[in-house]
C-alpha cells in the first residue's frame, strides 16, 4: 500500500486560534468551569478532550452562571447572542475565526448600502446562522440553485452575494452562476468568501485524488469542510471515506491491501489523529508514506484583544505566542509526527 499524505491538511489558522483560546483560558482561570458557546470547532476529538479538561460546552447563553467565562466558537455568534452574553454579564472571550467576521462586515456594509444579501450556506449551520444574524432583514439563504425561484428581490439591481467560509468551491460555482444567470448585476463578494483554507484543501484534493484508489478524510461528520474534501474526491471520480480516527477504518475498504491511499484532514482535525491513521495503515497493510506538497500555508491569527490584556493582566509570560505547526516527520515509511507545539512544548491534545 502506498499513502499519499497531503498538505496542506487540518488545523487552519482560525481552528488553531480557537483551540489555543480555549487552552489559554484553561491555563487562566484554573479551577474555574470555562464555558463554550457551541463547538469550539466541529471536531469530536476536540470537544471531547475539552470535555475531559472540564469545559461544558452550550447551546444557550441561559446555561451561563452570571459572571462566567464564556467563549465564543471559530464559527461566529448572531448580535443576539453577544447582547444576551452582555445582559448576563458573562466575561465574553470571542474566538470567531477572523475570516468568518470578513463575511459578517461584508454583510453589514452591503445592507447599510441598501443591498440585499443573498447568503450561499447550509442554513442550519452555525457560521450561517451567525452571519445572516447580523443583518436578518436584508439576507436570504441560498442553499442551491433550486432556492432561487423562491427568493424575494425588491431591486434586481442591489444585490450581493456572499458565502460560507467552508463551502466546496465546486458547489459553490455553480449557484453563483445560477444566481448571475437569474440576476446579472448581482454583485460579488470583493474578495472570495470561502477561505484560504478551505480552498487550498480541497484543491490539494482535486489535484491528487486522481492518483488515488481511495481518499480517506479525517474528520467529523458536523465538519462542513471535511464532508466537503470527501465529495470533491467523488466529483473527480476517487471513492472517499470519512473517519474521526484510525478506528474508522474498515477492511472492507481495501481489496487488496496495495491501493494507493490519499490521507487528508479538515480543517478541525487535530494532526495526532493523521499520524494515528497512517500508522493503522503501515501496521497492518505495510504502507509506504509519500507527503505529497501542493501549498505551503503561513497564516496565523492573534488571540482576541481581551483575552490577551486578561493575559497580561494576570502577568502571564508570552503573551504574544504564536502556534506554530512542525512539519510532519517522515521516517522510514513511518509516519511519526503529532505536530502542534506551543512555545516548544508538545501540545496535542487539540
Ligand atoms: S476553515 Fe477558514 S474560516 Fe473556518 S476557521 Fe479555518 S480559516 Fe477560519
Redesign the pocket.
Given at each position: 500500500m502506498r499513502i499519499m499524505l497531503t498538505n496542506p491538511r487540518g488545523?487552519?489558522?482560525?481552528?488553531r486560534?480557537?483551540v489555543d483560546v480555549v487552552d489559554r483560558v484553561l491555563d487562566l482561570f484554573p479551577g474555574e468551569t470555562v464555558y463554550v458557546y457551541h463547538e469550539i470547532?466541529h471536531n469530536t476529538h476536540v470537544v471531547g478532550r475539552f470535555r475531559g479538561r472540564g469545559v461544558v460546552f452550550v447551546e444557550r447563553v441561559e446555561e451561563v452562571p452570571r459572571g462566567a467565562i464564556l467563549v465564543f466558537s471559530?464559527?461566529g455568534i448572531p448580535p443576539s447572542v453577544r447582547q444576551q452574553a452582555a445582559e448576563r454579564g458573562v466575561q465574553a472571550i470571542d474566538a470567531t475565526?477572523?475570516?468568518?467576521t470578513k463575511v459578517h462586515s461584508e454583510a453589514i456594509r452591503y445592507a447599510r448600502q441598501g443591498y440585499q444579501v443573498l447568503l450561499i450556506g447550509h442554513r442550519h449551520h452555525q457560521?450561517v446562522v451567525g452571519t445572516s444574524g447580523e443583518v436578518p432583514e436584508a439576507t436570504q439563504v441560498v442553499e442551491s440553485a433550486a432556492d432561487i425561484a423562491g427568493l424575494r428581490i425588491d431591486d434586481p439591481e442591489k444585490l450581493v452575494y456572499l458565502t460560507q467560509?467552508?463551502l466546496s468551491t465546486d458547489d459553490a460555482g455553480v449557484v453563483i452562476e445560477a444566481l448571475r444567470a437569474a440576476f446579472p448585476k448581482i454583485k460579488s463578494p470583493p474578495s472570495e468568501d470561502?477561505?484560504?483554507?478551505?480552498t487550498n484543501r480541497q484543491q490539494a484534493v482535486r489535484v491528487l485524488a486522481p492518483e488515488a484508489d481511495l481518499v480517506v478524510v479525517i474528520g467529523s461528520t458536523n465538519s462542513s469542510?471535511s464532508v466537503r474534501l470527501t465529495e470533491i474526491a467523488e466529483n473527480v471520480g476517487t471513492a472517499a471515506r470519512l473517519v474521526d480516527d484510525a478506528a474508522g477504518l474498515e477492511d472492507s475498504w481495501f481489496a487488496t491491501g496495495d491501493e494507493t491511499v490519499l490521507v487528508t484532514a479538515g480543517?478541525?482535525a487535530p494532526e495526532d489523529l493523521v499520524a494515528g491513521v497512517c500508522r493503522a495503515l503501515v501496521e497492518k497493510y505495510g504502507a509506504t508514506i509519500e507527503c505529497r506538497d501542493v501549498f505551503e500555508e503561513d497564516?496565523e491569527?492573534a488571540l482576541p484583544g481581551n483575552l490577551r490584556r486578561m493575559i497580561k493582566e494576570r502577568g502571564v509570560a508570552g503573551a504574544d505566542r504564536r502556534i506554530r505547526v512542525e512539519k510532519p516527520v517522515v521516517t522510514a515509511g513511518v509516519y511519526g509526527a503529532v505536530a502542534l507545539t506551543v512555545e516548544g512544548r508538545r501540545k496535542d491534545e487539540g
Open positions: 488545523f487552519c489558522a482560525g481552528v486560534m480557537a470547532v471559530a464559527h475565526c477572523p475570516l468568518v457560521e467560509t467552508t470561502i477561505c484560504y483554507a478551505t469542510n480543517a478541525s497564516m491569527f
